[in-house]
T-cell receptor, first 114, second 109 residues
Framework: SAVISQKPSRDICQRGTSLTIQCQVD?????MFWYRQQPGQSLTLIAT?????????ESGFVIDKFPISRPNLTFSTLTVSNMSPEDSSIYLC???????????FGPGTRLTVT | KNEVEQSPQNLTAQEGEFITINCSYS?????LHWLQQHPGGGIVSLFM???GKKKHGRLIATINIQEKHSSLHITASHPRDSAVYIC???????????FGQGTRLTINP
């Protein structure tokens, strides 16, 4: 299993600024994912964070807006760039092991953009 | 049409009632997850199923692969069960999850 922590747990940011969210796993996971949950909506996958290479983005999400880093198998960051109020969401990371269907979720980061 | 559909979207019940939340999906899957999200936003994985039935305490999850349908049951419901319950599937050959829209459950004392 894996335990995932995220920092910060919540933040209020001004329009036009950027925020970097950190995701730390207590074991080496093969896959890491970043999700967004807009108010009243279900989760949507932003991208798969690949260790040592560029992230794989889902349709509608681009690297310039959501740059992702994954320097090793236990850590990843998601940056929300040039924020607008529409970016106000909960951002979650998750991890899974190769060949396993189990996914482990972080507690989420609640972002409010004013 | 979404790949994963849940019903009902909202459910309010009295403490002690038996609760059922349904999930239908339209793609071939390798696994199905039931997740619980409390108001703070954090998500807890309740079950992962690929066949049959699993039970944990007062929670039971079943899946029928042929009918592409799963149910989550809560027996003797309690106000602390109030949360959003989310069904998510892993497509065959994939690792990413596709989520249902969630069911908001409220249990009144």
């Amino acid at each position: 299993s894996a335990v995932i922590s995220q920092k910060p747990s919540r933040d209020i940011c001004q329009r036009g600024t950027s925020l970097t969210i950190q995701c730390q796993v207590d074991s080496q996971v093969t896959m890491m994912f970043w999700y967004r949950q807009q108010p009243g909506q279900s989760l949507t996958l932003i991208a798969t964070a690949n260790q040592g290479s560029e992230a794989t983005y889902e349709s509608g999400f681009v690297i310039d807006k959501f740059p992702i880093s994954r320097p090793n198998l236990t850590f990843s960051t998601l940056t929300v760039s040039n924020m607008s109020p529409e970016d106000s969401s909960i951002y979650l990371c998750s991890g899974s092991f190769l060949g396993g269907n189990e996914q482990y979720f972080g507690p989420g980061t609640r972002l409010t953009v004013t | 049409k979404n790949e994963v559909e849940q019903s009902p979207q909202n459910l309010t019940a009295q403490e002690g009632e038996f609760i059922t939340i349904n999930c239908s999906y339209s793609v071939g899957i390798s696994a199905l997850h039931w997740l619980q999200q409390h108001p703070g936003g954090g998500i807890v994985s309740l079950f992962m199923l690929s066949s049959g039935k699993k039970k944990h305490g007062r929670l039971i999850a079943t899946i029928n692969i042929q009918e592409k349908h799963s149910s989550l049951h809560i027996t003797a419901s309690h106000p602390r069960d109030s949360a959003v319950y989310i069904c998510a599937v892993v497509g065959k050959g994939a690792q990413k999850l596709v989520f249902g829209q969630g069911t908001r459950l409220t249990i009144n004392p």
